[in-house]
């Protein structure tokens, strides 16, 4: 759940751009250090990649855990995470990174939480994922009322006509979910062409879905919006044999997948390599110190984009910011297994 939008600015030792594995491993690394942390992200959930690209495909290589899809990879790190209570912000780009004379940071987002960061790690991935949009006039206005790009939660749409586009695993989840609810009084899978890719048996459930009448499909575009008194009744969807008819809807929910974008890091000032944000890897710090880049987002030789590199990355880039911030407590490498301190921290004791 994301935190509320506060008025003041938050304060915090450190503050997490990207909450994909990553952020949220470094959230956990930064907590354990006795830091107090914000993690802010653009999506409306955690995860990055692996809940935005191939949520329920499994991994193999994380260590100690043989197999788990990627939503599981995110609820285990958010579990994780949860002891050191890390505010989560989700829902909100990070726009602007401005260094302060005090030596702090003044992060922003927009309309969104304004923070104050004594630490700032970015772990932004391949960027701020971004969801495809129809390019039809007058389809911006209805977003978030009814149109909905990549929703997480149903609930709302169930019992209204729903029109979801995209041929892939994410708006054929959705389709199925809608058109097998009871409630359901029909739902519309629209898609250029009539060729879906998705699992055998996602694909199983679509085709019984048409046979019964439950779900429709139609293959074509929307070529235009009408809307009455504010709200939108019905799409215009151009087939393939250049016929136009006009589907009307409650909802549209477009599934045309997401696309990750530089976006304003571009624009920090900040040293880039092909996009990448160059490193020191004993400290994961880039060329401002204090802001450290981690997982899929910096570069150094030998980098390997692997969420297992992540957790390394974001282990030493911890210590390198609490060494920064607190030299004082600098000491002997403590262990979760045996020190009190670190267990106290986690919650395990008093
Ligand atoms: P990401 O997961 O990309 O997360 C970055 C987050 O930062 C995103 O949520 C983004 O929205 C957010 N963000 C970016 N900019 C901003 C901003 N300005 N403001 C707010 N938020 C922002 N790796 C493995 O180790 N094993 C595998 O089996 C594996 N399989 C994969 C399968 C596929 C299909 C793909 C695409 C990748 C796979 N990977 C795998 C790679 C792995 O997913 C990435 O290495 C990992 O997700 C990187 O994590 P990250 O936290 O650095 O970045």
Same mark, same amino acid.
């Given at each position: ?5 506060? +008025?003041? *600015? ?5 503050? /997490?751009?990207? !909450?994909?594995? %990553? &952020?949220? =491993? ?30 329920d ?53 927009? +309309?969104? *939480? ?5 630490? /700032?790690?970015? !772990?932004?991935? %391949? &960027?701020? =994922? ?24 149903l609930?709302?749409?169930v019992?209204?006509?729903v029109?979801v586009?995209g041929g892939d695993e994410?708006a054929l989840q959705r389709a199925a979910a809608l058109a097998e609810h009871p409630r359901s009084p029909g739902v519309t899978l629209l898609h250029?062409?009539d060729q879906f890719s998705a699992e055998a048996e996602l694909l199983a459930r679509i085709a019984a879905l048409r046979t019964n009448g439950r779900l429709q499909v139609c293959i ?6 009408? !809307? ?123």
């Amino acid at each position: 759940m994301s935190a509320p939008v506060p +008025a003041a *600015p938050i304060d915090t030792d450190a503050l /997490v751009i990207g !909450a994909g594995p %990553v &952020g949220l =491993f470094q959230a956990f690394q930064l907590g354990l250090l006795g830091l107090s942390v914000q993690v802010v992200d653009v999506l409306p959930q955690a995860g990055g990649q692996c809940v935005a690209l191939y949520a329920d495909k499994p991994i193999y290589d994380i260590p100690g855990v043989p197999v788990c899809t990627g939503r599981e990879l995110t609820e285990r790190l958010l579990r994780q995470t949860a002891p050191f209570q890390p505010g989560l912000h989700f829902g909100h780009e990070v726009q602007t990174l401005r260094p302060l004379d005090d030596g702090r940071f003044e992060i922003g987002t927009g +309309a969104g *939480p304004q923070f104050r960061a004594r630490s /700032v790690v970015i !772990a932004a991935g %391949v &960027g701020a =994922f971004t969801p495809r949009r129809i390019k039809v006039a007058g389809l911006e206005a209805h977003e978030q009322r009814q149109v909905f790009h990549h929703p997480d939660d149903l609930t709302p749409f169930v019992g209204q006509r729903v029109l979801v586009v995209g041929g892939d695993e994410a708006a054929l989840q959705r389709a199925a979910a809608l058109a097998e609810h009871p409630r359901s009084p029909g739902v519309t899978l629209l898609h250029r062409r009539d060729q879906f890719s998705a699992e055998a048996e996602l694909l199983a459930r679509i085709a019984a879905l048409r046979t019964n009448g439950r779900l429709q499909v139609c293959i074509g575009q929307i070529t235009a919006a009408h !809307a009455q008194s504010d709200r939108l009744e019905a799409v215009t969807v151009l087939n393939a044999q250049g016929v136009e008819a006009q589907q009307p809807l409650d909802v549209l929910i477009v599934c045309q997948g997401l696309s990750p974008r530089l976006g304003p890091l571009a624009d920090w000032g900040l040293a880039l390599e092909r996009k990448l944000l160059p490193v020191d890897v004993a400290t994961f710090e880039t060329a401002w110190p204090g802001v450290y880049a981690v997982g899929d987002i910096n570069t150094y030789p030998g980098k390997k984009k692997l969420i297992v590199c992540g957790f390394h990355e974001a282990t030493l880039a911890a210590h390198a910011a609490r060494d920064r911030l607190r030299p004082q407590e600098r000491g002997p490498l403590l262990y979760t297994t045996s020190s009190a301190l670190l267990q106290r921290r986690l919650g395990l004791t008093g």
